[in-house]
């Protein structure tokens, strides 16, 4: 396979891609910097997100390239020869999907980096930990995170409504005119509640009645194929982690006591908190711990979610309603903070005074439509986060309104 067969192939796929829809992101990424990692969970978009940036910004679409490391022929080529071929055709930025697919990637991309006059965008797995594949790659390459949709994006995908976000201190300040104005557009209740079971990914587009097979096609992928691939977890482990996933998805709200997962899965207590790790890197769950616990290494959660609702629902049937309220809630206010690098995630832990600390400034109580503040009284900076309300009042805030952070 030569260049120009490439060329052939990324025709066809920009042809299929449209630019009317992009993910909050697109538009995030600084793309003239000479090397970008988009990193996220398999289905959120970052192929097409590719796809549409050439498409937009190539007139001379042999300037810009598509490639997937995940594909025969590139797994038998070195990257970095096939790149100098590029560059010496005139090509000026190399789009590489599927990274972690490739043996010595970060090697290969900082090579890139130092010794050829192109830019390179590259994207993979949520799993990849960059620093660890290689110190000289981190220092030289900006990492950006995808995250699922949010509700205002899946309303716009959607074709419902297009709405802008807001950050977390101006809905808190402002939400009943936000609601009210909202309000006046959609219904976001009943939308909220089609959300909660089908919006997290993009692929709802494609066919509603198969979508929750498809997250658990993903999550299979992702523990039987990226895990092992990456962290080298020997395959007999896979199946200790997928009843211990199936363990926390069926107990949610789970409150993890670690001697217990480690009997019931058969699993030492080490490697418990190992994979609860992997599986948080992986997005398929979401851990909170106590602010006083938070700087231990291995502290035991407080609280263990899915990682969105959608895995909830696609993964059993019995479906918690306040767990899936502070699901919602933990998964918007870690994604909308999530593209912030930070040493120390600091964005939220459990609070012993209502539910949640936020920002180490802001008390949260998460319920339904009749939560009182009585847990919360007197304390300041408080607020309610109430699901089954479209407007607000004080410090009582609608949960659906969460879903705008980004």
Do not use: C
Not at 399 to 405: D, N, P, R, V
Request: aromatic share 12%.
């Amino acid at each position: 396979m030569n260049l120009q067969q490439m060329f052939e192939i990324q025709e066809k796929l920009l042809k299929k891609v449209s630019l009317d829809k992009k993910r909050y992101l697109y538009n995030k990424i600084n793309w003239n910097l000479k090397s970008i990692g988009i990193l996220g969970q398999r289905g959120l978009g970052k192929t097409t997100m590719m796809l549409q940036y050439i498409k937009e910004n190539f007139d001379n679409q042999k300037k810009a390239l598509y490639l997937s490391l995940d594909t025969p022929y590139m797994q038998s080529v070195l990257l970095i020869d096939f790149a100098q071929e590029f560059e010496q055709n005139g090509g000026e930025v190399l789009f590489i999907d599927e990274v972690h697919k490739y043996d010595n990637w970060a090697t290969h991309i900082k090579n890139i980096y130092d010794s050829l006059d192109i830019k390179v965008v590259f994207s993979g797995s949520s799993i990849l930990q960059i620093a660890k594949q290689n110190a000289d790659l981190s220092r030289r390459t900006i990492i950006y995170h995808l995250e699922n949709l949010s509700f205002r994006e899946y309303l716009e995908l959607m074709d419902i409504e297009i709405f802008e976000s807001y950050t977390l201190d101006y809905i808190l300040h402002n939400h009943t005119k936000i609601a009210s104005d909202i309000s006046s557009k959609i219904k976001p209740l009943m939308y909220f509640k089609e959300y909660l079971e089908y919006g997290a990914y993009p692929f709802i587009l494609e066919d509603k009645d198969s979508y929750h097979q498809r997250i658990v096609q993903m999550i299979n992928t992702i523990l039987e194929t990226d895990l092992p691939y990456i962290n080298k977890i020997d395959m007999a482990q896979i199946v200790k982690l997928k009843k211990l996933l199936y363990m926390l998805a069926v107990n949610v709200p789970f409150i993890p006591n670690i001697t217990d997962l480690s009997t019931a899965t058969n699993i030492s207590r080490p490697k418990v908190y190992e994979y609860l790790e992997h599986l948080e890197s992986a997005k398929i769950i979401n851990s909170i711990v106590s602010k006083e616990k938070g700087y231990k290494i291995m502290a035991k959660p407080e609280k263990l979610f899915m990682q969105n609702t959608n895995i909830s629902y696609a993964l059993t049937s019995e479906i918690d309603k306040g767990s899936a309220r502070e699901s919602f809630f933990v998964n918007q206010i870690k994604n909308s903070n999530y593209s912030q690098l930070k040493l120390y995630d600091d964005t939220i832990f459990s609070s012993k005074i209502g539910d949640f600390l936020v920002k180490n400034k802001y008390i949260f109580e998460i319920g339904g439509k009749n939560k009182n503040f009585n847990q919360i009284k007197d304390v300041e900076n408080s607020f309610i986060a109430a699901d089954d309300i479209e407007i607000g009042f004080g410090n009582k805030i609608p949960l659906w309104l969460f879903g705008f952070l980004y």
